[in-house]
Structures are given as C-alpha cells and as structure tokens.
C-alpha cells in the first residue's frame, strides 16, 4: 500500500509540474449586425485571456494573430473574411485582449442565421484556439 501512495503522489507531482501554467482562451463572444444602405455592417468581438507574455525592460508584451471565418445559412464557409494582429505593450502584466471586427456584408449575403468563428494564434507560445458565435441578418 506504501508503494502504491507513494507511486501516486509521484504521478501527481509530476503531471502538476508538466501541464501549462495558463490556457489560451477565447470568452464573451458577441456578435451583431445592422442593415446599413447596400447590406450590413457586422461587428463582433471577444476576449483572450491565458496568452504568453514576454517582459523586456519593464514591460509586457503580447502578440495575437487573428482570422474570421463565416459560416453561411446554407453551410458554406467563407474563410478568411477577417482578421488583424494585436501587438500590446503594457507597464503591467496584460490579463485579457478585447479582438474586434468590423466587417462590410454587401447585398449579395442573404438573410438567415450565420456563424462567426474567430481564430487566434499566440505568436510567442504557437497556441491557437477559436469561439464562435451565432448571429442573424435580417430586413
């Protein structure tokens, strides 16, 4: 019994050293658009939190990459429709990013129900994760 306590503490030791000390997450995702002379105006956005931060001199810094895919009522995919880089420098350690878009619909998107995926990419530590998030269009 001594071994098999011992042999699992060990194990437990070991995976708590092992795993990352944060996760890359994407929350609050929110989306909406509004009909605007020749389409609509979509603006979306969310918050990142447990991205790699490097200090230099005092300071913090991150790096995020971003694109934004749409997916149609009808199931078709539009990638790429989308998307920025966010490089911040703060004095003090950065807890979340706000990622935002603002993306033109011209006349030719149909109404119904669509999809918005965002997808980041952690420039210092390669992760990457997305979120999505439903909107409608309509008249």
């Given at each position: 019994?001594?071994?098999?306590?011992?042999?699992?503490?060990?194990?437990?030791?070991?995976?708590?050293?092992?795993?990352?000390?944060?996760?890359?997450?994407?929350?609050?995702?929110?989306?909406?658009?509004?009909?605007?002379?020749?389409?609509?105006?979509?603006?979306?956005?969310?918050?990142?939190?447990?991205?790699?931060?490097?200090?230099?001199?005092?300071?913090?810094?991150?790096?995020?990459?971003?694109?934004?895919?749409?997916?149609?009522?009808?199931?078709?995919?539009?990638?790429?429709?989308?998307?920025?880089?966010?490089?911040?420098?703060?004095?003090?350690?950065?807890?979340?990013?706000?990622?935002?878009?603002?993306?033109?619909?011209?006349?030719?998107?149909?109404?119904?129900?669509y999809?918005?995926?965002?997808?980041?990419d952690?420039?210092?530590?390669?992760?990457?994760?997305?979120?999505?998030?439903?909107f409608?269009?309509?008249?």
């Open positions: 019994m001594k071994k098999f306590t011992f042999t699992l503490f060990c194990v437990i030791i070991l995976s708590t050293c092992s795993s990352d000390e944060s996760t890359l997450e994407l929350f609050s995702a929110e989306a909406f658009a509004y009909s605007i002379d020749n389409g609509w105006e979509l603006n979306a956005t969310c918050l990142v939190k447990g991205f790699e931060q490097k200090e230099e001199e005092n300071e913090f810094k991150a790096k995020l990459s971003f694109t934004v895919d749409l997916k149609t009522p009808d199931g078709n995919m539009l990638k790429g429709v989308g998307g920025g880089l966010i490089d911040k420098t703060d004095k003090e350690k950065i807890t979340d990013l706000l990622l935002e878009t603002q993306i033109q619909l011209d006349s030719s998107y149909k109404t119904g129900k999809t918005i995926m965002f997808n980041v952690d420039n210092f530590s390669g992760k990457s994760t997305s979120i999505q998030k439903e409608e269009l309509t008249n």
